[in-house]
């Protein structure tokens, strides 16, 4: 089973963040990069699945030129190549913008050969947290598609058999191939890169496209910060000499059981 | 007008998070271009949801129930929303994972844009949650139908004047192609591995985070669970290690949580363990580190290591009760 994992390059934020001087974006100076968990998930998901079937696994990034160090990372981990779709202002793109360039590079790898029979993604993008890819990349190719999926396996002929956490259980979907599946954390552990993954990925074979002007464009107006809320902690204590302290909060709040 | 697509739990009653939809899309009815109410309930319509919907204000239910629709399938559901949705004006849903993948199907099929997690609405546009939380995107959408979902808890439900909502029954066929994703079964949970809603549900839940220091290391915390009868919630750390399963996760890839008190152990406060806890009335924090943003953020605090000081706290409480 030939695979395409969509993932995306996001700033690794854990702490406080601070606006860039045009007021639409985040200041990504100081800060690292890595993938959304949702995609790392997926690209583990793919790995697993390609291993099983004889299959390859190719990652595609809508991105920066930076972005390929989140495509040599899966290489690390165990994909075989990359796709490096640039866009030097990614944010420019509103995700009907994203869906279609993503689609019109499946459709010339096709072309030229190359068939993809699953296309995963993340559920949503940990900095944009759209929710839309997924689907509209699913309807530009005409396939069917799943969202919040935490694990799927081969069930003979060209059909998977994907399950997610449903409202009232875990739901279990028989989806025929090609098709488009959004991958929710849960499911797997993503593993780490090896020795030999790490020389893999400094030598990625990365196929390289530019993306044209965004046409939908981002509907953007700009980005707020929530207000600075002054916060007056309480310190109890130091140590276990605290615990008749805490003791006290926990029994006004009253959630000690009798 | 707006229409909101109405999730109802196993007994029928109007989920938590869609009371908070239709209050949003009620309070905010000039902006959303809204000022008649519609709901939308696929499946059962209970005799108690019906008195719910009535006292959140909806003038009309779509009352949506066919073989095609009985088990759930994302394209079915969303066509059969579109069948009825308003030409101009909002559709919209909590932003439960199948109030997004539907609004984002019913965004596709009629043309529309979508804002996914929105907080606010007035003049200027929509505002909406990003960064899982750490900062708002003000937008605006355009088009002539505004498709959006409510982030969690962005919205108190309110209750006000009940009306007598006029109910229009649907029986929808679905195209055959709709009908390719359907659920073609479900597995009720029988272990606790995959179940959220203890967590969910908690009035206190006792956070563990990378300073519990390994897999053997949760007696502490567990016992003080239990005396408090609440819920155990960890970081993705914790997760990511595979100490714990990630059904007990919290933050933005996990659960959020809205407990009278959360006690976090040994968790450093990211940003994204943060987006989980947004909804805890009051914080407690037990960290080595007087400086972690967790104990910066928290309500109370004691600073130590959390073995020894969770351990103190249980046998506080053992010997309280005598
Ligand atoms: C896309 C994305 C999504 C994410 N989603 C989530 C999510 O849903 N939930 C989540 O939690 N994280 C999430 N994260 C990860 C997050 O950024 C942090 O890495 C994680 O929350 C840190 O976990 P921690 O606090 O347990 O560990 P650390 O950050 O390592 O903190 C450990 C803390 O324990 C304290 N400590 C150490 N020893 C002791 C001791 N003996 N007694 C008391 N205190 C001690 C330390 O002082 C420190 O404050 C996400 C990250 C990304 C990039």
Redesign the pocket.
């Known amino acids: 089973m030939d695979i395409l994992v969509c993932i995306k390059r996001?700033p690794?934020i854990?702490g406080q963040i601070t606006l860039d001087g045009s007021g639409t974006d985040i200041d990504d100076a100081g800060l690292g990069h890595?993938t959304?968990?949702h995609e790392e998930c997926a690209v583990e998901l793919a790995i697993q699945t390609a291993a099983a079937t004889g299959g390859k696994v190719t990652v595609l990034t809508l991105g920066p030129a930076e972005a390929v160090e989140q495509l040599r990372a899966a290489v690390g981990v165990g994909a075989n190549d990359g796709i490096l779709i640039e866009a030097e202002d990614s944010g420019a793109f509103g995700t009907e913008d994203i869906a279609q360039v993503i689609g019109d590079v499946i459709r010339d790898r096709t072309e030229g050969g190359q068939n993809f029979d699953l296309v995963l993604l993340g559920n949503d993008a940990?900095d944009t947290g759209d929710f839309q890819v997924p689907i509209r990349l699913a309807y530009d190719l005409g396939y069917p598609v799943l969202t919040s999926i935490s694990t799927f396996s081969p069930a003979g002929g060209p059909v998977i058999e994907a399950r997610g956490i449903g409202p009232s259980g875990t739901e279990i979907f028989s989806l025929e191939l090609p098709a488009v599946v959004a991958v929710q954390e849960g499911g797997v552990d993503p593993r780490y890169p090896s020795i030999t993954g790490r020389m893999k990925a400094k030598k990625a074979r990365i196929a390289e496209y530019v993306a044209p002007e965004p046409g939908a464009g981002n509907p953007r107006i700009g980005l707020e910060l929530p207000p600075d809320t002054a916060n007056e902690v309480t310190i109890l204590g130091e140590g276990p000499d605290a615990a008749g302290a805490l003791v006290d909060v926990l029994e006004e709040i009253g959630v000690i059981r009798s | 007008m707006s229409l909101v697509f109405v999730e109802t739990d196993e007994s029928g009653e109007v989920a938590l998070t869609s009371a908070e939809a239709l209050t949003f899309a009620r309070t905010n009815a000039d902006v959303l271009a809204g000022s008649v109410l519609e709901a939308a309930v696929i499946g059962t319509l209970t005799e108690s949801a019906h008195n719910q919907l009535a006292v959140l204000g909806v003038d009309r239910i779509h009352h949506l129930e066919s073989a095609d629709l009985e088990a759930y399938s994302a394209t079915a559901w969303a066509q059969a929303l579109v069948d009825i949705a308003p030409e101009t004006g909002t559709v919209l849903a909590s932003g439960t994972p199948r109030g997004m993948e539907l609004m984002a199907h019913v965004a596709v099929r009629t043309g529309e844009r979508m804002a996914a997690n929105v907080v606010a609405a007035d003049e200027e546009g929509l505002l909406r949650q990003v960064l899982?939380g750490a900062a708002f995107e003000r937008l605006q959408l355009g088009g002539d139908l505004q498709v959006l979902t409510l982030a969690g808890h962005a919205c108190k439900p309110e209750e006000t004047t009940p009306t007598t909502p006029e109910i229009l029954t649907h029986s929808p066929e679905s195209a055959a192609e709709d009908l390719r994703t359907r659920v073609v079964r479900t597995e009720v949970e029988t272990d606790a591995d995959n179940d959220t809603s203890g967590l969910t549900q908690a009035r206190a839940v006792v956070g563990a985070?990378?300073?519990v220091?390994s897999e053997n290391g949760f007696g502490e915390v567990l016992e003080l669970v239990d005396h408090l009868g609440g819920a155990l919630g960890v970081?993705?750390?914790?997760t990511g290690l595979g100490w714990r399963p990630h059904s007990e996760?919290?933050?933005?890839?996990?659960s959020r949580i809205t407990p009278d008190v959360y006690i976090a152990?040994?968790?450093?406060?990211?940003?994204?363990?943060m987006a989980?806890i947004e909804g805890a009335k009051t914080l407690i924090a037990?960290?080595?580190?007087e400086e972690?943003t967790?104990v910066q953020r928290a309500d109370y605090a004691i600073i130590?290591?959390?073995?020894e000081v969770v351990g103190a706290v249980n046998e506080e409480i053992r010997s309280r009760r005598g």
């Open positions: 996001i690794d854990a890595t959304s968990a940990a | 899982g985070g990378r300073g220091g970081s993705r750390v914790v996760q919290v933050g933005q890839t996990g152990c040994g968790i450093s406060g990211a940003i994204q363990h989980g037990i960290n080595t580190d972690s967790m130590g290591d959390l073995h």
